[in-house]
Each structure stands twice: as C-alpha cells, then as structure tokens.
C-alpha cells in the first residue's frame, strides 16, 4: 500500500448530512461529500491485509483495497476502471448499499473501519464528472437476440453486460421508466433519479433497446418472448409484499408501502399516475416494519409533513454494538438507524399488532401488545396508538406469480422463487433464464447486480459455448 501507516495515523471521517430542518424541505439528496484531502486520507487508511475480507463482504467481490490505494496515489481514473471492472452502477451502491464490506474491514474489529462506501462513491462521480464513463458498444455482433424482463439492478446489469459480448439485447418493463426499485421505490433522497436515467442513456447508447408499458404475462404474451428471442432472462424482482391479515385489515388509510413509495416517486419526476393520492400530510402514521423500506416511508412521510410518525418492529431491539468475536467478518445483528430515523420517528421493537379499528370506514387506531422473546403476548402489556395512515413494510414474499410466471410454467422453489442454482441461472423451462430478487428473493441491490452479472455469464456460455465475461 502506499501508505502502510496510514490507519495509524488516520482516525476514520465520514460524510455527514445536512441539517434535518434543511433536507426534509424538499427530497434532494442531502449527504455531503469528504472533501478530496480528507478522502485521500481515508484510502490511506486501508492497511493492506494478508486477507482482505472486504472482498468477501462485498457481493461483487469490489477490489477494494487496489482503488483505495489508487485514490490515495491520486490515481482516480485507474481507480474508476478498477471500480467498474466488477460492478456496473457503483453510484447506485455507493449511495444506497448498507456496505456489508466496511462490517468485514479488518479495522472494523475496533468499530474503525475504512470509509470503503463514501470513496467508492467518490470515485464513480469523479469519473463521469470527467467524462471517463463512456458508453462501450461491441466491436463485433453475434446476431444473437436476448430479451431482459425488468430494469431493476439485476435487469440492467445483465443486460449491460450482454451488449458489451455483443448480442442485440432488448428489456422489457411493465412501468414508464427504467430502474425498478431504483426508480419506483428507493426514495429521491437517498437516490436521485437522473443517476439511474444517465446510466440507461449509456446502455442505450450501447445498443440496449428498452420497451415501456411492455407487461410480460399480460399486454405482451411470455410466449411470444420464447419464440421471438434466443434466450429470455427473468429480472423482475421479488414483488409479492407480505401482508397483514389481521380485523380491520379492509379499512381505508391501510397500505403496502410500495402503494406509497412510488407515488411520490412518480411526483418528484413529474410521472402521470392514475391512483388515489396516498399522502401523510398532518396525520398520524405508524409504519409496520424496521427494514430499510420501513425507514424509507418514514423519511417520505417526514417530508410529507406528516403529524407523528411511529415505528413498530416485532423483533427485539437488536444490540447497540454486535460481539466481533462471534460474527465478525459476517453481517451482524445489530441496532441500525438511518437518517429517516432521525427526522423523527419513535421506534418500537417487540410489538405486536392485532387489530386495526375506525371510523367511518377510515382507519384511526392501531391495537397491540408486546411480546417477550419468544413473540408471545405479555398479558397486560396491550396498548392503542393513533393511526390515520398505516404503511405496511414487512418486506416481500416472493415474485408475483400470476402472469407470466404461470404462463411460462416455470418451477419455484419452496419459497415461492424462480428455481435456478448460482452457476447455471437457468430455469426448469429451456433457454429461460433468471437473476436478482426472482430467484433469491428480496435482496439487497449490490446483490442483483452480482446476480446480473453473473446471469449474463451464464446465457453467454449457453449462446456461444464459451464466455469471456467477468465469472
């Protein structure tokens, strides 16, 4: 490493945010970038270890500690080429990934890690700010035709990679824009929407046809995909929301958070939308959930103005610190709060909740009852909260599969996912392949780009017999 003393010498700095009475005035991103000093600092840090777990941590396998020290050296461009060498939409990670990567650093064992998110997030938008990031259509057409169904992360990286082998690649995606949940259901605040759009303008550019309004399974038959493509990849998502069936479920002011989230979505970009408005504007909204899409309707709500805003999570209040010794370099369960929660929301953990009541047919009150370890009720521990707007986070079962799905005749797994193993990406039905959160289930984004990628991989092989793209 260039500077083998630098995580001696150097304390970890991060990027800070603006001020919450600042952001919540409008939903612009709001985190601040390290000045270029500062972050030059920070690659220092990186301490060049016999085993980088980082790599490990990170689901693309990022090479991490070769751009760390390439920004240190102030080599950004050689680091921007670094970077995108294993994954294709670094801004999209390196604003939204929960960066499993900086929990196996190795300074992370004294809770220092390297700043691994914020420089990889300096380094891509250095590179378009200087006009590295380029559009890199193929030198040579196979002739062969690939259709991409869904334009979330897993859709757009596999079919980003297959242009660049040189096949004619078109995507498929049922709503007005590209980006699936990058679009639709991460807020603007923590993703702004002309990241995704300059990064479909590259692929575009690349030769990666998109068709809109194009509903696989409903306005556009499966089987017409099969006959008309050499190979089909299924990316569109895990989107089949988990539900609540519990009295009063029907009443009005109860919703799925991805009723809510895209709707301001689809304001902010100024999106025609035909539904009745589902605002948190002077109500009280309780959120039922603690993941990240439970924190982003608080954030949303926040910025509606809404009048309180509750969290309820069933499981318990997780540890402030994990314990490094029992789970260090993996993921730890541990207390996690995102700048949503700190626009003022009240969480509460071990909760239960077990009817909905109203009036008037409109929800305006949520019952529950705490529950002890074991999610038994604890008599005695029952208790109301005011209730105008619910949101339902409680994350997402499995693919929806009415549709195309069911068309298709394609075989789940015990979950509900597409069935398809991690080398072949190939599904029960022939040249049909999957990736993302349809075969996993819900993930996370750095996850569905692996999985695109490594999709990508997999359909080359089956075109040409062999593939010279990154395994």
């Not at 193929?138 to 990679?161: D, E, F, M, Y």
Request: hydrophobic share 35%; glycine share 8%; aromatic share 6%.
């Amino acid at each position: 490493m260039g500077k083998v003393t630098g995580f001696l010498e150097f304390e970890r700095t991060d990027r800070k945010y603006a001020p919450v009475e600042e952001r919540l005035r409008n939903y612009r991103e709001f985190v601040l970038p390290l000045p270029e000093g500062d972050l030059k600092q920070q690659a220092a840090r990186c301490m060049n270890c016999g085993i980088p777990y980082c790599h490990t941590g990170c689901p693309v396998n990022n090479q991490i500690p070769d751009w760390n020290d390439l920004v240190y050296l102030d080599d950004w461009k050689t680091a921007a080429q670094n970077l995108h060498s294993t994954n294709n939409f670094p801004e999209f990670t390196g604003r939204v990934c929960p960066a499993p990567c900086e929990e196996a650093c190795t300074l992370n064992l004294e809770d220092n890690p390297v700043t691994i998110k914020t420089i990889e997030c300096a380094i891509v938008d250095r590179a378009f700010e200087q006009g590295w990031v380029r559009p890199e259509p193929p030198v040579h057409k196979t002739g062969r035709r690939v259709a991409v169904v869904g334009s979330g992360p897993a859709g757009l990286a596999c079919a980003q990679q297959l242009a660049r082998a040189g096949h004619e690649v078109h995507v498929f995606e049922r709503h007005a824009r590209a980006g699936g949940l990058l679009r639709y259901g991460i807020p603007d605040f923590k993703l702004e929407k002309h990241l995704v759009e300059r990064r479909v303008a590259q692929m575009e550019a690349e030769g990666v046809a998109f068709h809109y309004f194009a509903h696989i399974g409903s306005n556009v038959p499966a089987r017409e995909l099969i006959d008309t493509f050499d190979s089909v990849v299924l990316a569109g998502g895990s989107e089949k929301p988990r539900d609540l069936p519990i009295p009063g479920r029907e009443l009005a002011g109860v919703h799925f958070a991805m009723d809510f989230l895209p709707q301001q979505n689809r304001r902010n970009s100024d999106e025609t939308q035909h539904v009745t408005p589902i605002l948190a504007t002077d109500k009280h909204v309780v959120v039922i959930g603690g993941g990240d899409t439970g924190s982003d309707c608080i954030g949303t709500s926040a910025r509606q103005g809404a009048r309180s805003i509750v969290q309820l999570e069933i499981l318990p209040r997780p540890p402030e610190k994990a314990d490094k010794l029992l789970t260090w370099p993996n993921w730890p369960a541990k207390l996690r709060t995102s700048s949503s929660h700190l626009e003022g929301a009240q969480r509460e953990f071990s909760v239960l909740t077990e009817k909905f009541s109203g009036e008037n047919g409109q929800v305006k009150k949520l019952h529950c009852v705490r529950v002890d370890d074991t999610m038994k009720p604890i008599p005695g521990s029952e208790f109301a909260l005011d209730a105008e707007l619910v949101l339902l986070a409680m994350g997402f079962v499995h693919p929806v599969k009415e549709g195309m799905l069911a068309e298709l005749g394609v075989a789940l797994d015990p979950r509900g996912n597409v069935l398809a193993d991690t080398e072949s990406y190939r599904t029960s039905v022939d040249k049909v392949f999957t990736a993302g959160d349809m075969r996993r289930g819900q993930s996370l984004v750095v996850w569905a780009i692996r999985e695109g990628r490594q999709a990508a991989r997999a359909v080359d092989e089956f075109l040409m017999g062999a593939s010279a793209l990154p395994r």
